[in-house]
Structures are given as C-alpha cells and as structure tokens.
C-alpha cells in the first residue's frame, strides 16, 4: 500500500510551498475541519473581492485582449463544484472574450426503440424541454463558442492523438460538422486535431428515460468542475467555493490541483461572515 507524504507538483524547498503541502495533507485527513465539516479558508488564499467578477478577473488577467497564447489558457482555470456554477462563469469571460461568436445547436432525439407506439408518453416530451437538459459529461444543445477559447473534451475520441475525456485545447477553426483544435494538455500539446459531432447519451441516473444530443462532445473551459480537473496541475487556479464542496475529498482535490502557492485564490458563500467552506471528509474509509 502506498501513501502521499510529499506533493511533487510544489518545490517544497520553499517554506511556503511546504506549509501550503502539509496543509493540503492535514486537509485529507480531515484536520483544521469543525464537526460540521466547515473548514476555514487561510487568508493568503482570499481572492480580492469575495465576488465572481473578482475571481474572473485574478485568475484571468487581460482577458479582453486578443491573440491570448495557449500558454496563458493551459496555466489557469476555475473550479467549482457544481455544473450550473460552471455554466455561468464559461458564459460570463465568453462574453468579455474577443472575437465573433457562433452558436452550434445539436440534434435530440428519443431514439425509436424506446418508443411503444403512437401513443407513447415519451413522445410528449417536446424538442425544447431535451434541450434544457444539462448533465455532467453531456454537451449543451446550445454551444457558444469563439475562435481562440479554451474547451474541454467530454469523452473519448482517438487516444492515440491525444482526444481524450478531459484534454483541454483552444479552438483554432470552426465548421458545421468538425470543429479544429489545438491541444494545450498532455503529451500532445501543441498538435491541431479535428472533433467531429458525436452522439452523446445520458447514464439511466442522470436522467430517467434515453435520449440522443447529436453535438460537438466539448465544453468551453473557462472553469470545469472540480471532479473533471482531476490529475490535472495548473499554475493558476481559481476555486469558486460559493457553491461548497459536498462530497469525500472534493475539496482536497480542488486545493491539490495548483502548482504554486500564491496562484491560488478563493471565494465563499457570501452570506457567511467568516471566510469558511465545506470539507467533507468520511474518517471511517481513510486508511
């Protein structure tokens, strides 16, 4: 059996960086966190303002300018916890994002072998309500999108090109059936390759009946859930806490994400006085 004592991501022969490791081990454990599962957020990892804007704006610095390099997008990103929260920070730097935007919309459908006859109830469902349907791993029915911005892969496509569940890139060219990107993660980086549009179904827990989404299988990736970021290192990371943490070890593997100490900065639910988020943390499975 292995165990994590040193956090190879950090130069721990920094005094910072090393209390900021032995903090996010103390973290796992479960330590610093009161029998409600709140966990106070040390200052020096405060952003600014307790506010979105605030938290857009520090990890994205500049972002109004055009021709930003892939570097700057591989080096930052913000999390959170929950998809909707993800949804409107991508919609919120989209719009302060130079370039023209198109919108791509998918096709869905119920497919035929679902269906029992003419009077199937499923058939009631109408076109605009599976549109409004929004799950992890899905892709929207309405992908906004601008030359330049940074997006996610949600399933995997071509391994060996480096299309994978979870590469990043920034897209370089838009079609109506293939969209062109530059991977900026992984052992690819730096390689243009083509997505196509994929047909993409929901798990029988995410939604109770099947259906089909025919659509590009991106996100833009302003932000992504903290359960995506995972085995992913970034040197500047935003972590939207305004929605907390709510299950085993989410926000360790938020805090475990960033490669150097004074580039991470958070916010919190507003209501609370004190800057403290939630560490859920079950004692009984840790080994």
């Given at each position: 059996?292995l165990?994590?004592?040193?956090?190879?991501?950090?130069?721990?022969?920094?005094?910072?960086?090393?209390?900021?490791a032995?903090?996010q081990?103390?973290?796992?454990?479960?330590?610093?966190?009161d029998?409600?599962s709140?966990i106070?957020?040390?200052?020096?990892?405060?952003?600014?303002?307790?506010?979105?804007?605030?938290?857009i704006?520090?990890?994205?610095?500049?972002?109004t300018?055009?021709?930003?390099?892939?570097?700057?997008?591989?080096?930052?990103?913000i999390?959170?916890?929950?998809?909707?929260?993800?949804?409107?920070?991508?919609?919120?730097?989209?719009?302060?994002?130079?370039r023209?935007?198109?919108v791509f919309?998918s096709?869905?459908?119920?497919?035929t072998?679902?269906l029992?006859?003419?009077?199937d109830p499923?058939?009631?469902?109408p076109?605009?309500y599976?549109?409004?349907?929004?799950?992890?791993?899905?892709?929207?029915?309405?992908l906004?999108?601008?030359?330049?911005?940074?997006?996610i892969?949600?399933?995997?496509?071509?391994?060996?090109y480096?299309?994978?569940?979870?590469?990043?890139?920034?897209?370089?060219?838009?079609?109506?059936?293939?969209?062109?990107v530059?991977?900026?993660?992984g052992?690819?980086?730096?390689q243009?390759?083509f997505?196509p549009?994929?047909?993409?179904?929901?798990?029988e827990?995410?939604?109770a009946?099947?259906?089909?989404?025919?659509?590009?299988?991106?996100?833009v990736?302003?932000?992504?859930t903290i359960?995506?970021?995972?085995?992913?290192s970034?040197?500047?990371?935003?972590?939207n806490?305004?929605?907390?943490?709510?299950t085993?070890?989410?926000f360790y593997v938020?805090?475990?994400r960033?490669?150097?100490?004074?580039?991470?900065?958070?916010?919190?639910?507003?209501?609370?006085?004190?800057?403290?988020s939630?560490?859920?943390?079950?004692r009984?499975?840790?080994?």
């Amino acid at each position: 059996m292995l165990h994590l004592h040193q956090n190879m991501c950090l130069d721990t022969a920094i005094e910072a960086e090393k209390d900021f490791a032995k903090w996010q081990l103390d973290v796992d454990k479960g330590m610093h966190t009161d029998n409600e599962s709140n966990i106070l957020l040390p200052n020096p990892y405060h952003c600014r303002e307790n506010t979105v804007a605030s938290l857009i704006e520090t990890t994205y610095p500049r972002i109004t300018r055009p021709n930003l390099s892939a570097e700057y997008f591989a080096e930052r990103t913000i999390l959170c916890c929950l998809n909707k929260n993800v949804d409107t920070i991508n919609h919120k730097v989209l719009q302060e994002f130079s370039r023209q935007s198109q919108v791509f919309y998918s096709t869905d459908s119920i497919p035929t072998s679902e269906l029992s006859g003419e009077d199937d109830p499923l058939l009631n469902y109408p076109i605009e309500y599976l549109n409004e349907i929004n799950c992890t791993g899905m892709p929207l029915a309405n992908l906004e999108v601008k030359i330049g911005c940074p997006i996610i892969v949600l399933k995997n496509l071509d391994a060996a090109y480096g299309l994978c569940n979870g590469s990043r890139g920034i897209l370089t060219r838009c079609r109506n059936r293939v969209l062109e990107v530059e991977l900026i993660t992984g052992s690819h980086a730096g390689q243009k390759v083509f997505i196509p549009r994929t047909s993409n179904m929901p798990t029988e827990d995410q939604v109770a009946f099947k259906f089909n989404r025919r659509q590009f299988p991106i996100w833009v990736c302003f932000a992504m859930t903290i359960n995506k970021s995972q085995g992913q290192s970034v040197k500047h990371v935003g972590l939207n806490l305004i929605a907390p943490a709510f299950t085993h070890g989410q926000f360790y593997v938020a805090i475990l994400r960033v490669t150097s100490v004074p580039n991470i900065k958070m916010i919190w639910v507003e209501k609370e006085r004190e800057a403290k988020s939630k560490n859920i943390v079950y004692r009984e499975v840790l080994l």
